[in-house]
């Protein structure tokens, strides 16, 4: 048998959200940090991902979180040519009354960036959205995105040039002993007295192993490719009463996302594949939004793993077992929200002042015993 090899912190997910841990750890100073990923990086709901960077729920986040995370990604862009952040105008859809009255009171989070726009100002500025259907539009001006992928590889790149070590290995086990923990893979044990736990939907499994009892669910989030027949331009929209949403590629396919969403009961046995209901109520419901998109050619389409928590926010932090964190649950907006995730990990565990308010994301919120219901994707109001 072999001697475990110690590192400081062990990472456990190469997605955007392990990526970001890790990249915030060594900024901190934590140097000796182990990232382990069962696959490929990134090839889980963090590749997967529509991109939205920045959109109207940005304003629901407090404002250092919101500034920190764009100037996180800007930075990240400035440094990787294929990381480019898209700006657009975000178009928030009602199409009922009910609808409207969500768009009054969204606009009280921002009335600065946000504008309401009634169907007729709707058609002047953009007569790309069906008007006929549509009554009002909040639009978000500071909207962003990009394509998830690149941006997660250049965040690990970063983190690797910074000293982390990567290594493709399935966690089956982690042991607690008395100030250490050691945690085995298929091919090596490693010791450590940190583990943070960003496994996306498989961070319940990893949790138990330590005898921690999560309150997560994984749940499907899927998307279409539609190529217009024609060049179109349409910028971003999310339409709440539709439960979708959707931004065009720089070739010019669109993008849309949403529909309802199901909770995942074997992340490893699952269709990656978008379901045939969802193409089916993609292109019965996608005239509601503009014309233009009834005249597509689905090009592409895929099913990914997001991972609900009984609040809709994440849990990230400290937990009851001494230097086991978490950072998980980032439903349909862990994307744009791994800046602000990964620094809060790393003042915890280098013992820094919080940069955030963090008890909202704390995990002693939960007992692990709620039940709950997964809402719909992250489209709803
Ligand atoms: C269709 C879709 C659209 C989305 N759109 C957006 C969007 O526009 N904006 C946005 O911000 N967010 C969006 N999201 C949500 C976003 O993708 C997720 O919140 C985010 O990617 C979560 O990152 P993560 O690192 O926690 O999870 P993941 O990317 O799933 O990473 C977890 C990693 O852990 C690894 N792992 C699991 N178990 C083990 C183990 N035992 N040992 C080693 N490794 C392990 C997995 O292989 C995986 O790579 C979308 C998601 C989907 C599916």
Redesign the pocket.
């Known amino acids: 048998m072999t001697t475990p090899t110690k590192f400081d912190t062990i990472v456990?997910?190469?997605?955007?959200?392990?990526a970001s841990c890790a990249w915030h750890l060594l900024e901190a100073g934590v140097d000796n940090v182990l990232l382990?990923?069962?696959?490929t990086?990134?090839?889980?709901?963090?590749g997967?991902?529509?991109?939205?960077?920045s959109t109207y729920t940005s304003r629901k986040f407090e404002e250092s979180i919101r500034r920190y995370c764009i100037e996180f990604h800007e930075s990240i862009a400035a440094r990787h040519d294929n990381v480019s952040l898209r700006e657009d105008v975000d178009h928030v859809l009602a199409y009922t009354e009910r609808g409207v009255e969500k768009l009054e009171e969204l606009l009280k989070l921002d009335s600065e960036k946000l504008t309401l726009v009634d169907r007729c100002e709707l058609a002047n500025r953009e007569p790309v959205f069906n008007t006929e259907e549509i009554l009002a539009a909040l639009l978000y001006e500071e909207a962003v995105h990009t394509d998830?992928y690149s941006l997660t590889m250049a965040v690990l790149s970063e983190a690797k040039e910074s000293g982390a070590t990567l290594r493709t290995e399935?966690?089956t086990d982690i042991e607690c002993g008395e100030d250490e923990f050691t945690v085995t893979t298929e091919d090596a044990s490693y010791e450590t007295s940190t583990v943070v736990n960003?496994?996306?939907?498989?961070s319940g499994d990893?949790a138990s192993m330590v005898g921690i009892s999560l309150p997560v669910k994984p749940r499907t989030?899927?998307?279409v490719v539609l190529e217009p027949r024609d060049s179109i331009n349409i910028p971003m929209f999310h339409c709440p009463d539709i439960g979708l949403y959707g931004r065009q590629e720089l070739n010019g396919d669109v993008l849309v996302?949403g529909g309802t969403s199901t909770v995942i009961p074997d992340p490893d046995n699952f269709s990656t594949n978008a379901r045939e209901e969802f193409l089916q109520y993609v292109s019965e419901q996608v005239w509601k939004i503009a014309d233009v998109l009834d005249d597509t050619r689905l090009v592409n389409h895929w099913a990914?793993?997001?991972?609900a928590t009984p609040d809709r926010r994440p849990i990230i932090g400290p937990t009851d077992v001494s230097g086991f964190y978490l950072c998980?649950g980032?439903?349909?907006?862990?994307?744009?929200?791994s800046p602000f995730a990964g620094k809060l990990i790393a003042d915890y565990v280098a013992e820094r002042s919080l940069s955030f308010t963090a008890e909202p994301y704390h995990p002693n919120r939960f007992n692990g015993r709620e039940r709950f219901d997964v809402k719909s994707a992250?489209t709803d109001w």
């Not at 382990?36 to 696959?39: F, I, R």
């Not at 960003?198 to 498989?202: F, R, V």
């Not at 990914?304 to 991972?307: A, K, L, V, Y």
Request: glycine content about 22%; charged content about 15%.
């Open positions: 456990i997910g190469g997605g955007i959200i392990g382990l990923e069962k696959d990086p990134a090839s889980k709901a963090s997967r991902a529509a991109g939205h960077l998830p399935e966690v960003a496994a996306g939907a498989w990893l989030s899927q998307i996302g990914g793993r997001c991972t998980t980032f439903n349909g907006g862990g994307v744009a929200r992250s």
